[in-house]
């Protein structure tokens, strides 16, 4: 190598910005220490890098190379670049080391700083210098979640001929995606793309699929984990169900029905939608009254169904199994309304979140696709009135839509949930299509149409006559016995006021209510949002600090059925390129500083 | 009309005060949920977005700051949390120092330091100048307080008083003047037909005696304090102006000393209210203070303090060199209120409060008759 370089080690840090769980100074005492670096400056947020003053520095230091550190050390990359051009230097020599990039995220975030400014000093790129050890593999792989992207991740797997194993929480596969009724822009039906695929699965040899089921706890190594697997008692042999619906006719208990977004009922003893995977009854043990009551009570589905398959004296039992590979697609919540008291969720009846809007606008939904307002009926067993959907209801005169509920606000979530605008332009024109003569307004703040087809597909609801108003609705009130929405049209510099018959609130997407736990259980980490953290957000999307353990979907991040498709199929390529060529991904954590830091050192010398 | 854009106006801002501008990405949820903000005048948003774009003359010109009375509702409800309220009265922070023509304002409100020395200097002074005067002119005695020899005569002070209220009245009113010319004078698009501002000149009375519009906030309490405070400044100035011969009575004058008390009460109630609330910060309105809220309240509990306590001194113990030299201290910070505060600081939205409804008004029927015209003009003729 020769006369050693002088290396300048600048720590950046952009104002206001969250920063990573990164001791600078700690770091910085270790950029003192590494060969060529000849001065290490921790800069405060304010003044903003000044060019000229840093050629100034750059020259009278003669700097050769110079490393910008920092959470995001690309916002001032231009600056050093600069600085470095007039200062006579090599402005190729401005090298980047970033902390966020590179997942200083976790608790060891001060040391994989560390060893992400080693890398840069070294002028290697740190995923080459810190690339995890190759382990062997075994072939079977678990996939936890069955949305979309789970389902697509299994068979794209077991289409290959490895064995998949498919954890489900609910009683069937299909997740959000089997709730809704078309997807954007292409209006297609979602429950027609889904279901071939779901049945797929069902019957696939290769997959062995677990409903009412959760992982429980994961041991082992990458390339060789344990799972322990709790299958919960569906106390109905959902092989030998033949989904006569027997048994529900006769049940006597309603609870809200999950997969109806809670607008209709369900029994104790259900299925969750009828094209669903198993096709096969199970009992909701939280709601049956001969479980509650000990076996005392109730039985009526135990003396009717014909084939004798209720067995309620099923128990939860746990397996193991071992896999090479896991694949986490747990998918998401909807952020709940009821948070956000000034659009009156809960208290106005016409008031609805997006699931129930898309259980309602469905064709298999509780009014056969018709768009109705909720009517006062009298629940003859509890003698209660009771707000319900009806058929023959009225319909909406005029439906708002108002976008980033919950999302976009730093008092609840301040990421943007990415389909919120896609999914209320599809609600508008499905409301246009049912019925022409309802006006429509579109409350939104910007409208992020961001993929193929979206823009034309906002241009399209213009044409349809959907009155979209730029301005973020500020709440919704009775006024003169009306349900008024209020908010100001940014545009026209105007308060607007519509009364209006239905509010449909768009929801946001939040990390599912387990994945924290899930987190803990298979050691990976999640971000500040609770989404899982990925291992590199723009070159490895789907790989986590774990080796072998990936996610696809929205347990990654907002993301639509496109993508999280995208994400599942890219998932899957990962996990056979380890089975087939035997060799998987070790854990970077398993790294030392110094070991990368002497690989960096070996790689550059080379 | 070319507008000039100044980059640097929310830099400028900062110095009084204004948080996080940037942060505002115009959803209009302050605006619609503002118990104030009405049309014409749509407000936090669009004073937010001038700030933003740094449109200096469009903001010089806006009396929207006025019209907010920071209830606080905006910035609760701001999902960015970029404060609203506050930069609205960051801006009216502002708008008093552009329409103060001396510049002292500016000063003021960019560096409590200088605000503080200020007001050091003139209580310093002022305190010189009536030991001086009472030694030289006065009665020569300490321990005369009212009456007969006594160290400061009445008639010299009243004098003194309303040589400051004019010196006062001539800085405030051409600061209003100015408000007038950046607000509607300047403003070639509007036509006020001179009639009108005698028709709607009621208004200038009833939001000043009243704060009615403060009353539409859902909150009442923070109405009710504010109105009190006014009140209690108003009687108290009404007493000093034109009755202090019966404030300064040997005996006890109920029908002013009535009105004093009451106004005594009035003060020191609502400024420690403020106080406490300024330092507990649960009231969004008084989260955030600007060194200069600090200096007015503590002004104003000094000053309705020591006059309370004069006044006791010599009517409740008879103890009248105590009277005297409290009466003196009294002073000292009577004219730095009055004579920096009230044309320079925060006592000035007293006047621009009132006249920003005053002329919002008549901005308001001479936009809507301007709609009214185009509205006519661009109507089909009649076949």
């Known amino acids: 190598m020769g006369v050693p370089k002088k290396i300048g080690v600048y720590f950046c840090q952009k104002e206001a910005a969250l920063p990573m769980p990164v001791d600078w100074d700690a770091v910085a005492e270790y950029a003192r220490g590494l060969p060529g670096v000849a001065h290490v400056e921790v800069r405060s947020p304010r003044p903003a890098p000044d060019p000229e003053v840093l050629a100034h520095e750059i020259k009278k230091r003669d700097l050769k190379v110079v490393v910008v550190a920092g959470d995001s050390p690309g916002h001032f990359k231009p600056a050093f670049t600069r600085a470095v051009a007039l200062a006579g230097g090599e402005p190729t020599e401005v090298r980047l080391a970033s902390f966020r990039q590179h997942g200083a995220g976790a608790d060891d975030g001060t040391e994989r700083a560390k060893a992400v400014v080693a890398c840069a000093v070294h002028g290697v790129p740190f995923g080459l210098a810190a690339s995890p050890r190759p382990t062997a593999v075994n072939p079977a792989t678990l996939v936890i979640g069955g949305g979309v992207a789970g389902i697509q991740a299994a068979l794209e797997i077991a289409d290959a001929g490895q064995k998949v194993y498919l954890v489900e929480k609910t009683g069937t596969i299909g997740g959000h995606m089997a709730m809704f009724d078309k997807t954007f822009p292409t209006l297609d039906c979602a429950a027609c793309i889904l279901t071939p695929k779901m049945v797929a699965v069902g019957q696939h040899e290769k997959i062995d699929l677990m409903t009412y089921a959760e992982v429980q706890d994961v041991a082992g190594e990458p390339g060789a984990y344990r799972v322990k697997v709790l299958k919960k008692a569906r106390f109905v042999d959902p092989d030998a169900c033949v989904a006569c619906h027997a048994c529900m006719e006769v049940c006597p208990v309603a609870v809200p029905s999950e997969f109806d977004g809670g607008i209709t009922t369900r029994k104790a003893i259900y299925m969750p939608f009828p094209q669903a995977v198993p096709n096969a009854y199970l009992v909701d043990a939280a709601a049956c009254t001969y479980i509650l009551s000990g076996g005392k009570k109730c039985g009526a589905c135990l003396r009717k169904c014909a084939k004798e398959l209720i067995h309620f004296d099923d128990r939860d039992e746990v397996v193991e199994i071992e896999v090479g590979s896991i694949v986490v697609a747990t998918g998401y919540d909807v952020f709940d309304a009821r948070r956000i008291e000034r659009y009156g969720y809960g208290v106005h009846p016409n008031v609805l979140t997006a699931l129930e809007f898309e259980r309602l606008t469905n064709a298999s939904g509780p009014t056969g696709g018709a768009i109705v307002m909720k009517t006062l009926r009298r629940n003859k067993r509890t003698k209660q009135d009771e707000w319900v959907f009806d058929a023959e209801g009225p319909r909406p005169g005029s439906v708002a839509i108002v976008h980033c509920v919950g999302s976009r606000d730093k008092k609840y979530n301040p990421y943007c949930s990415r389909v919120c605008c896609m999914y209320s332009l599809k609600f508008a024109h499905l409301v246009k299509e049912k019925l022409p003569d309802a006006v429509c307004y579109e409350f939104y703040i910007d409208m992020r149409a961001f993929g193929k087809g979206y823009e034309e597909f906002f241009e399209r609801i213009r044409l349809e006559e959907v009155f979209v108003v730029r301005g973020r609705s500020a709440k919704v009130v009775e006024k003169d016995g009306r349900m008024t929405i209020k908010g100001e049209d940014i545009l026209k510099d105007r308060l607007v006021e519509f009364p209006v018959d239905m509010v449909l609130l768009s929801v946001g997407l939040e990390p599912a209510c387990a994945s924290d736990r899930l987190a803990g259980i298979l050691g990976i980490d999640r971000d500040e949002d609770g989404w899982f953290r990925e291992t590199d957000y723009n070159i490895d999307p789907t790989g986590t600090e774990r080796g072998g353990i990936h996610v696809a979907g929205v347990c990654q991040g907002p993301k639509d059925i496109p993508d999280a498709v995208a994400q599942a199929s890219a998932v899957a390529a990962r996990v056979l390129k380890s089975v087939v060529s035997g060799r998987g991904q070790g854990s970077r954590a398993s790294l030392t500083v110094e070991e990368i830091e002497s690989r960096a050192r070996a790689l550059a010398g080379a | ?383």
């Open chain 2, 1 to 383: 009309m070319a507008i000039r854009a100044n980059p640097r106006l929310v830099e400028e801002l900062e110095h009084y005060g204004a948080e996080d501008v940037a942060k505002c990405y115009h959803c209009g949820n302050c605006s619609a949920v503002c118990p104030f903000s009405r049309e014409p005048f749509l407000f936090p948003r669009k004073s937010m977005r001038y700030l933003q774009m740094g449109l200096e003359e469009k903001l010089l010109g806006n009396l929207e700051p006025w019209l907010c009375y920071y209830c606080g509702e905006c910035s609760e409800e701001c999902p960015r949390e970029a404060e609203p309220g506050e930069t609205m009265m960051s801006m009216r922070r502002w708008l008093t120092s552009r329409y103060d023509f001396t510049g002292i304002s500016k000063l003021f409100y960019r560096s409590w330091k200088a605000e503080l020395a200020a007001i050091l200097l003139v209580a310093l002074l002022t305190g010189a100048g009536f030991l001086l005067f009472g030694f030289r002119w006065g009665g020569g005695h300490l321990g005369v307080y009212a009456g007969e020899g006594a160290f400061l005569t009445t008639g010299a002070v009243h004098v003194f008083d309303w040589i400051l209220g004019c010196v006062l009245a001539a800085f405030l009113g051409i600061n209003c003047a100015r408000m007038w010319w950046f607000s509607i004078g300047k403003d070639r698009t509007l036509r006020i037909p001179p009639l009108a501002y005698l028709r709607q000149a009621f208004l200038l009375p009833v939001h000043f005696f009243t704060q009615k519009r403060y009353a539409e906030c859902g909150k009442k309490r923070p109405w009710a304090i504010h109105l009190a405070l006014m009140l209690s400044y108003t009687t108290m100035l009404v007493l000093i102006m034109f009755f202090l011969h019966a404030m300064h009575s040997e005996r006890t004058v109920w029908a002013a000393h009535g009105f004093g008390y009451l106004a005594t009460i009035g003060l020191l109630g609502t400024s420690i209210y403020a106080l406490r609330g300024r330092i507990r910060k649960e009231e969004t309105h008084y989260k955030h203070s600007h060194e200069t809220d600090w200096i007015f309240l503590i002004l104003l509990v000094f000053v309705a303090g020591t006059g309370i306590l004069q006044n006791v001194l010599y009517r409740v113990f008879h103890l009248d060199v105590a009277a005297n030299v409290v009466y003196v201290v009294h002073m000292m910070g009577v004219v730095p209120m009055l004579g920096l505060e009230v044309p320079f600081s925060k006592w000035a939205h007293l006047a621009y409060r009132p006249l920003a409804m005053y002329f919002s008004e008549l901005q308001a029927e001479a936009i809507r008759e301007r709609e009214r015209a185009v509205a006519a003009a661009g109507a089909p003729l009649p076949a």
